[in-house]
T-cell receptor
Framework: SQQGEEDPQALSIQEGENATMNCSYKTSINNLQWYRQNSGRGLVHLILIRSNEREKHSGRLRVTLDTSKKSSSLLITASRAADTASYFCATALSGYSTLTFGKGTMLLVSP | KAGVTQTPRYLIKTRGQQVTLSCSPISGHRSVSWYQQTPGQGLQFLFEYFSETQRNKGNFPGRFSGRQFSNSRSEMNVSTLELGDSALYLC??????????????FGPGTRLTVL
C-alpha cells in the first residue's frame, strides 16, 4: 500500500515557471523525504523534513510540511528543462527500516 | 565517496530462469534495502538488511530472496522468473538503521527484462 500520494500525477510547465507538487500521507511520521528520478534511473535524494519542521529550503527547492493535514508540498522555483523528472515523497514506517513511496509526480519542463 | 553501485545494469532472462543482482553500498553504510519499481505498482519495498541480518521483508513471494555479506555488499536473487518480474530493481544504502533520521541513497538500478 502507498503511504504517500502525490498530486498531481503529471505536471507540464515552461522553463522559468514554478512547479508545485503535493504529497499526502495517512499515518503519523517522523520525517518525510523527497526524491527525484530521471527517466528509468536511480532516485536522487532531494530533501528531508522532520515532523517538527514546517519549512525547509535547499537551493531552488522549498518543502513545507503540515502535520495537522498530513501533507507536504515541494516547490521548485524558476524551473529548468533539467528539472524534468519524476518526484516522489517517502516516509519511514514499519520499524523505521523501510521507506514507503508514493506513486510520484511526473514533471515536464519545456524550453 | 563512491555512490551505490549495482551490477549488472541491464539483464535479459527468460521465464523459469534464475537471476542474481548485486549491490555495493556507500563505504561505511551498513543498511541496504532493495526495491522493485514497475509502471503499474510503483516503488515497492522488497527487503532490508543491516549488519548481515534481514530486518524487514516486503510482500513478495518466496522466489525473491537476498543476503548481505560482512562487507555490507548485498545480493538479491529471484528464482523461477515470471514475466511480471520485469522491473527496475533499485538498491539503496544508509549509514544507520533508522530511516527516521538517516537518508537512503539509491543506486542506478538494474533493469531486468523477462521474456
Amino acid at each position: 500500500s502507498q503511504q504517500g500520494e502525490e498530486d498531481p500525477q503529471a505536471l507540464s510547465i515552461q522553463e522559468g515557471e514554478n512547479a508545485t507538487m503535493n504529497c499526502s500521507y495517512k499515518t503519523s511520521i517522523n520525517n518525510l523525504q523527497w526524491y527525484r528520478q530521471n527517466s528509468g534511473r536511480g532516485l536522487v535524494h532531494l530533501i528531508l523534513i522532520r515532523s517538527n519542521e514546517r519549512e525547509k529550503h535547499s537551493g531552488r527547492l522549498r518543502v513545507t510540511l503540515d502535520t495537522s493535514k498530513k501533507s507536504s508540498s515541494l516547490l521548485i522555483t524558476a524551473s529548468r528543462a533539467a528539472d524534468t523528472a519524476s518526484y516522489f515523497c517517502a516516509t519511514a514506517l514499519s520499524g523505521y527500516s523501510t521507506l514507503t513511496f508514493g506513486k510520484g509526480t511526473m514533471l515536464l519542463v519545456s524550453p | 565517496k563512491a555512490g551505490v553501485t549495482q551490477t549488472p545494469r541491464y539483464l535479459i532472462k527468460t521465464r523459469g530462469q534464475q537471476v542474481t543482482l548485486s549491490c555495493s553500498p556507500i563505504s561505511g553504510h551498513r543498511s541496504v534495502s532493495w526495491y522493485q519499481q514497475t509502471p503499474g505498482q510503483g516503488l515497492q519495498f522488497l527487503f532490508e538488511y543491516f549488519s548481515e541480518t534481514q530486518r524487514n521483508k516486503g510482500n513478495f513471494p518466496g522466489r525473491f530472496s537476498g543476503r548481505q555479506f560482512s562487507n555490507s555488499r548485498s545480493e538479491m536473487n529471484v528464482s523461477t522468473l515470471e514475466l511480471g518480474d520485469s522491473a527496475l530493481y533499485l538498491c539503496a544504502s544508509s549509514l544507520g538503521p533508522d530511516l527516521r533520521t538517516d537518508t537512503q541513497y539509491f543506486g542506478p538500478g538494474t533493469r531486468l527484462t523477462v521474456l
